[in-house]
């Protein structure tokens, strides 16, 4: 069974432009999380979908950072547009309700 | 934001000797999980343990939990070369119709030949 899969793996971008992150999640998982992951830290939650709906979005920085998640499966999260601390590894997770999560090998986002 | 936090930051032992890793986080809770993350790549779940259980096994992994000290900590034994590691606890909550998983800080291991 294929695990969770995100893509690009590695994304340099100048600041202002605007870049976008896919995650394939694992097929019949209902969640699905985007991290954000600074160099030396953990993960931060971002925003968690339950099937189409996002529920916890409140670390999201909305003035710039936007997601989706099209009929409960695929989502995209999106920057427009980067800045400079934006730099990471952005991380798509998914499970099964109230199980453990699964993670993708993270998209590194460097903002030049 | 964080929610757990790992102590210690950074662990260095000897290969064959046990690691034991703490993690405190402040509010209550429904599950708790270890992940591992090796350098560069993604997160790998290791265990749960829900906030009804007090002590869980996975090989030679040993979770623990005391919701009422709001703790809980990781035992690896017999620690290996390949154990080198980050590793991360988890605070799930039950809430939105599904599980709220956020991160702590982590504990870096080294497990030296």
């Known amino acids: 069974e294929a695990g969770v899969v995100q893509s690009p793996r590695y994304k340099i971008i100048e600041k202002k432009q605007p870049v976008a992150f896919w995650c394939n999640p694992i097929?019949?998982?209902?969640?699905l999380y985007w991290y954000r992951q600074n160099l030396g830290q953990g993960p931060e939650l971002l925003i968690r979908y339950e099937n189409e709906e996002a529920v916890d979005d409140s670390q999201l920085p909305k003035d710039r950072f936007s997601a989706e998640r099209l009929k409960g499966v695929d989502s995209t999260l999106k920057i427009q547009p980067a800045e400079l601390g934006d730099s990471a590894v952005y991380l798509c997770?998914?499970?099964?309700?109230?199980?453990?999560?699964?993670f993708g090998q993270g998209t590194r986002l460097t903002v030049v | 934001s964080q929610q757990g936090e790992e102590d210690p930051q950074a662990l260095s032992i000897q290969e064959g000797e046990n690691a034991t890793m703490n993690c405190s986080y402040k509010t209550s809770i429904n599950n708790l999980q270890w992940y591992r993350q090796n350098s560069g790549r993604g997160l790998v779940h290791l265990i749960l343990?829900?906030?009804?259980?007090r002590e869980k096994h996975s090989g030679r992994l040993r979770v623990t939990l005391d919701t009422s000290k709001k703790s809980s900590s990781l035992l690896i034994t017999a620690s290996r070369a390949a154990d080198t590691a980050s590793y991360f606890c988890?605070?799930?909550?039950?809430?939105?119709?599904?599980?709220?998983?956020?991160f702590g800080t982590g504990t870096q291991l080294k497990v030296e030949l």
């Open positions: 988890a605070t799930g909550l039950l809430t939105g119709g599904g599980n709220k998983l956020t």
């Open positions: 097929s019949g998982h209902n969640t």
């Open positions: 997770a998914s499970s099964l309700v109230y199980a453990e999560a699964f």
């Open positions: 343990i829900r906030s009804n259980e």
